[in-house]
């Protein structure tokens, strides 16, 4: 029997994605190459935004004709949006057999085995008996793996989904985490990301606090790297400094989001902090840490955003020298605080604010990769790259992503002299000493 799985989203999707695959690969499954030869589709969702979401149901119409020809193809809608919309999802797409939410997908090897799926399935709510598993198939590539930490958020965004369709906080224990890393470093896996929704409160739970963590992580024999995401401001442990300066290991990188630069508008978020809080924080974080790169997500046009509101926004990003910024247009998600109010900024205006954006990070994006040319950096090999496979790709501990000459073997650490930058990845060539 042949699986195909897609996946949108973040990165705990990928990561769920993954599990699934490694939990179907010991039923005996197999990978098809496309829908075309797969016994079962299963989509992996997103409800972050509603384009994710239109993009599943859409293409659920594009499989219905293969559904047609195999009456046997099993279809699955799993995670997030499965999680939102439970029976609804077979209610605007009949071609569904499976609906399970992140809570529930590793059922779905039992459900498609031994023909047990006489009729369809919607499989939504938090059973405490998933909330984790092992799995050294968890990996994005032959030698960096993402590792699941926590499950859930409840952090309580006003806009935001994901408290509701991934639940309540849940930290896994230290013993589980560090097994886990222990079987990828023992497996040939170099680097992990341990993934977390709001990260900085992993262990509040059992009492535990995510410094030891990173500690005990970072002491794993076999590995060369550790990073984390994603670092909320407002739970930002001073603690954590100081372990950055006690490894190597530990990657100068922070994905933190500050979403907005205006207080007014943190506040109707309810994130937790002030502009000037964030500030203070990065401030603080590059007293400790100079080199330290930090990247960040906005929303543009959050109910009652005005044009004072957003300047502090672009004030906020021209001053912070982001490595990167995602920026996203509001979007009013249903079941959360933020829908109750008038999504009163035009949608032009979403546009304009967004591309004002998006065009100042550009130019201190560009400005930041060009201050790299004719730096020496060390990267962790992963593959050819995609769109010149006479090149490979690494990626600095700073998370710059690097393309140098080829082949290389995955998982070394070249040394790249830095001789080109475009908009997202720098050039290097190889320096003659290799580490
Ligand atoms: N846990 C992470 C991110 C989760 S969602 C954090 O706290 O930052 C990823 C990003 O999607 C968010 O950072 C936010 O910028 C964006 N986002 C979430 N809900 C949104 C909405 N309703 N409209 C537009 N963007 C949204
Ligand atoms: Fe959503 Fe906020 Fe939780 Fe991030 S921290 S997942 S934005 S509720
Ligand atoms: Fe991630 Fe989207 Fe779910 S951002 S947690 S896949 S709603």
Redesign the pocket.
């Known amino acids: 029997m042949r699986f195909f799985i897609e996946t949108i989203g973040?990165q705990m999707n990928q990561l769920d994605a993954r599990l699934l695959e490694g939990a179907l690969r010991r039923c005996g499954w197999e990978a098809a190459s496309g829908p075309d030869g797969a016994d079962a589709v299963l989509l992996f969702t997103c409800s972050?935004?509603s384009k994710p979401e239109e993009k599943v149901f859409s293409r659920l119409g594009q499989l219905r004709p293969l559904k047609d020809r195999n009456p046997a193809l099993r279809i699955g809608v799993l995670g997030c949006m499965a999680e939102r919309l439970g029976p609804a999802v077979r209610e605007r797409a009949p071609v569904v057999d499976i609906v399970a939410g992140p809570g529930n997908f590793l059922k779905v090897p039992e459900l498609l085995s031994t023909g047990a799926l006489h009729e369809p399935s919607v499989l939504c709510g938090f059973d405490e008996q998933l909330r984790f598993t092992r799995d050294v198939r968890s990996r994005r590539s032959a030698v960096q793996a993402f590792v699941s930490v926590m499950r859930g958020?409840q952090?309580g965004?006003s806009?935001?989904?994901?408290p509701g369709v991934r639940g309540p906080e849940r930290s896994r224990t230290l013993r589980g985490i560090l097994d886990e890393v222990e079987r990828l470093a023992d497996d040939g896996v170099r680097e992990v990301t341990l993934l977390g929704?709001?990260i900085g409160s992993w262990g509040r739970d059992i009492g535990e606090a995510l410094p030891a963590l990173l500690r005990r992580v970072c002491a794993v024999p076999g590995l060369l790297r550790v990073r984390f995401l994603?670092s909320?401001p407002a739970d930002f442990h001073p603690e954590l400094l100081r372990v950055f300066g006690e490894t190597e290991r530990l990657c100068p990188h922070l994905q933190m989001?500050a979403?907005s630069g205006s207080d007014r508008i943190l506040e109707a978020m309810n994130r937790g902090y002030s502009s000037g809080d964030y500030r203070r924080l990065l401030e603080s974080i590059r007293g400790a840490v100079p080199d330290m790169e930090i990247t960040s997500?906005?929303?543009v046009g959050f109910p009652g955003e005005t044009d004072a509101d957003f300047r502090e926004t672009l004030d906020l990003v021209g001053w912070a020298g982001f490595r990167n910024v995602?920026a996203?247009?509001?979007?009013?998600?249903p079941k959360?605080k933020?829908a109750q109010r008038s999504d009163d900024v035009p949608p032009h205006e979403k546009q304009n604010r967004l591309r004002a954006l998006l065009d100042l990070q550009k130019d201190v994006g560009e400005r930041r990769n060009r201050e790299m040319i004719g730096r020496v950096v060390t990267v962790l090999s992963e593959g050819p790259s995609p769109r010149d496979r006479t090149r490979w790709t690494g990626r600095t501990p700073h998370n710059h992503i690097v393309t140098f000459e080829g082949p290389d073997r995955c998982g070394s650490t070249p040394q790249l002299s830095i001789r080109g930058a475009t908009a997202l990845t720098l050039e290097g060539t190889r320096t003659h000493h290799e580490p």
């Open positions: 973040c972050v935004r958020c952090k965004c806009y935001c989904v994901v929704q709001s994603t909320h989001p979403q997500d906005f929303i995602f996203f247009k509001y979007v009013p998600r959360t933020a």
